[in-house]
Structures are given as C-alpha cells and as structure tokens.
C-alpha cells in the first residue's frame, strides 16, 4: 500500500476519493479474541484496496459518513469492566479530511448522548444520526458549520428502524419501521414527519434511491437472494422488477446495495469463507410498461481480494 501523504490523489493512485467506494470494514477477530475495525477505498476499476489507519482511540460498534470532503466515524463502544454489561456506549465523533490526509484524524465535538451501531447520513451539510444500541434518544443532528449537536425530533410514534436513506431532491430522509411496515419521512427542511404509506413491503438493511425510483433488496425465508423491490416515490406505486440477464451468485443477506451513478448499482458483500469481499454489478432503467429492467453485467462475483481477514463490510 501507498504511503500517508497530504497529495489525495496520489495516495489513490490518482485518483479522487469520491471516485472510489469508502467501505468501514471489521477485522477477523484477532490473537486475543478482539476485532479492529479499518477505513478502505475500493477502486473497482483496478479491484484495488487502499487502507487508512483508523484513529488509535476509535472504539468498535462505530459507524462512518462521508460528507463533503470529510469522513466522520461516530459512537460505538467501549470496554468496561466495571460495567455490568462489560462496555459502555460512546458518544465520540473523529474526522479526516481527504483533501488533507497528512493531518490525519482529529476528535471532533461529541455527540449529546453515547450511542452503539448507530444509523448515520449525511444531508445538506449536516449528520443526522439515528437510534443507537443503547441509546436515551431517539437521534440528533450535527451542523457541520456551526460546529453543533442538536435533538432530533422523533416521529408521532415510536419506531424500530432500519437503514435510513436520503432522499436528497425532496429535502428528506425516508425511515422503514420493521414492526409493521410503515414507511415515513423527515423533512429536514422544515422538521417534520409524514407518513408516507401504512403498508410498504419488506425492507432489508440496505436500500438506495435511483431517478425517483426506491430499491431495497428482498430476500426469502431461507436467506436466499430473490429480486429488488422498486417503489416510484412519485407516484407512490410498487414497480414490478424483471431480469433480462441474471447471476449465479447467491448474494448473503448482509449485503448492501450501493448506488454508482447512471444507473448502476452494486450489491456487496464479505465472503467469509474465502475472506474478500465480491459484488455484482447491474444496471437498471425503466420499460415502457412502467416497470423496472435489471441486468446483471456479468454471471459470476468480481472479487476484490484483501491484505488482511476481514469479517464485515459496510458501504458508505
């Protein structure tokens, strides 16, 4: 790997980070039962792998966010023996700055409640940041430019969340109760909640936004990868999705779905047994009919391998 240096560019072989895919990934546990967590660049052009050393003091069960040219690594826990539980939940927040990777990670103002696996995004230039193992609130918000954490007000009835996903042109973030299936809104704009529909459908962890169109990933009883869900968010409406061309990979449940621009996505995950991480990559558009075409670019999963065993992998 490339050494630290304060040129981006150059650490990426020239390319920009926000040309890669920013990954949070979490070690094998190692000698002494304990895993790490590490912050990686995937270029899936070349299938190379560029590691970041994440700050010394970082603690595991932390989740990271891209906004602007900084990343931020947020909550997670801490081992405590004192405590009854053997941890305690953290509320710490560490930055990078990507156009100055020389000055490596600086600890930034913390968040108001100690939070575990919190859900984070990113929005017009603040974090908002939800739930949280362990946590006393339901979520806050932090002002980038005024260097603020506030409450986040909480929806009209209490929720079990899951991934949030930022719907950006609407000036909102859409949540998925997975109690019963309610699908709500925040509008951070003018801070409120709607409801959008009562029943939605099925919502895996991972889940993103293309041309107005809502896509999660379904998944049967037994675990085995079944379609894409599409919901046009105009209209309000389930799209049927079909595959012109499919794979013979089963994609594992803990995948995540990830948008890479004109019309593309990709649906990641760790292959334990072989220790790498592998996708596949397939396009989407709609039909005349007013559903939705997939199709896979290639059979099989490109694997990227790894320097180091790896257990997980969130994309970000």
Same mark, same amino acid.
């Given at each position: 790997?490339?050494?630290?240096?304060?040129?981006?560019?150059?650490?990426?072989?020239?390319?920009?980070?926000?040309?890669?895919?920013?990954?949070?990934?979490?070690?094998?546990?190692?000698?002494?039962?304990?895993?790490?967590?590490? @912050?990686?660049?995937?270029?899936?052009?070349?299938n190379k792998v560029? $590691?970041? !050393?994440?700050?010394?003091?970082?603690?595991?069960?932390?989740?990271?966010? !891209? /906004?602007?040219?900084?990343?931020?690594?947020?909550?997670?826990?801490? *081992?405590?023996?004192?405590?009854?539980? &053997?941890?305690? *939940?953290?509320?710490?927040?560490?930055?990078?700055?990507?156009?100055?990777?020389?000055?490596?990670?600086?600890?930034?103002?913390?968040?108001?409640?100690?939070?575990?696996?919190?859900?984070?995004?990113?929005?017009? &230039?603040?974090?908002?940041?939800?739930?949280?193992?362990?946590? *006393?609130?339901?979520?806050?918000?932090?002002?980038?430019?005024?260097?603020?954490?506030?409450?986040?007000?909480?929806?009209?009835?209490?929720?079990?969340?899951?991934?949030?996903?930022?719907?950006?042109?609407r000036s909102r973030? +859409?949540?998925?109760?997975?109690?019963?299936?309610?699908?709500?809104?925040?509008?951070?704009?003018?801070? %409120?909640?709607? /409801?959008?529909?009562?029943?939605? /459908?099925?919502?895996?962890?991972?889940?993103?936004?293309?041309?107005?169109?809502?896509?999660?990933?379904?998944?049967?009883?037994? &675990?085995?990868?079944?379609?894409?869900? !599409?919901?046009?968010?105009?209209?309000k409406k389930h799209?049927?999705?079909?595959?012109? %061309?499919?794979?013979?990979?089963?994609?594992?449940?803990?995948?995540?779905?990830?948008? +890479?621009?004109?019309?593309? +996505?990709?649906?990641?995950?760790?292959?334990?047994?072989?220790?790498?991480?592998?996708? $596949?990559?397939?396009?989407?558009?709609?039909? *005349?009919?007013? &559903?939705?075409?997939?199709?896979?670019?290639?059979?099989?999963?490109?694997?990227?391998?790894?320097?180091?065993?790896?257990?997980?992998?969130? @994309?970000?």
């Amino acid at each position: 790997m490339s050494g630290d240096t304060s040129d981006s560019s150059s650490y990426f072989d020239g390319r920009e980070p926000d040309e890669l895919i920013r990954a949070l990934v979490e070690n094998s546990p190692g000698t002494d039962g304990k895993t790490a967590l590490g @912050l990686h660049f995937i270029d899936l052009k070349s299938n190379k792998v560029f $590691i970041r !050393a994440m700050p010394p003091d970082a603690p595991s069960g932390s989740t990271a966010v !891209a /906004c602007g040219n900084h990343i931020y690594v947020i909550g997670g826990i801490r *081992e405590n023996d004192a405590s009854l539980r &053997g941890y305690d *939940e953290v509320n710490d927040v560490f930055q990078l700055d990507l156009k100055d990777l020389e000055r490596g990670w600086r600890k930034t103002t913390s968040m108001l409640f100690p939070r575990a696996f919190p859900l984070v995004l990113a929005a017009e &230039g603040k974090i908002y940041v939800f739930e949280g193992m362990g946590s *006393e609130s339901f979520g806050e918000v932090y002002d980038i430019s005024g260097d603020i954490w506030e409450p986040l007000l909480p929806p009209p009835e209490a929720i079990d969340l899951s991934v949030p996903v930022p719907d950006s042109s609407r000036s909102r973030i +859409l949540v998925h109760c997975n109690a019963n299936d309610t699908l709500y809104a925040y509008y951070y704009d003018r801070k %409120s909640w709607v /409801c959008l529909e009562q029943k939605f /459908c099925y919502w895996s962890d991972s889940a993103t936004i293309v041309d107005d169109v809502l896509y999660t990933v379904i998944y049967n009883y037994s &675990g085995k990868f079944r379609s894409l869900e !599409a919901y046009n968010l105009l209209d309000k409406k389930h799209l049927p999705v079909k595959w012109s %061309s499919e794979f013979s990979v089963n994609p594992p449940p803990n995948g995540t779905l990830y948008r +890479l621009g004109n019309g593309k +996505l990709i649906l990641g995950w760790v292959n334990l047994f072989h220790e790498r991480f592998e996708y $596949i990559r397939f396009n989407i558009w709609c039909n *005349e009919q007013g &559903g939705i075409h997939a199709a896979a670019e290639h059979q099989f999963a490109i694997t990227v391998s790894y320097p180091e065993d790896i257990s997980s992998i969130w @994309l970000f």
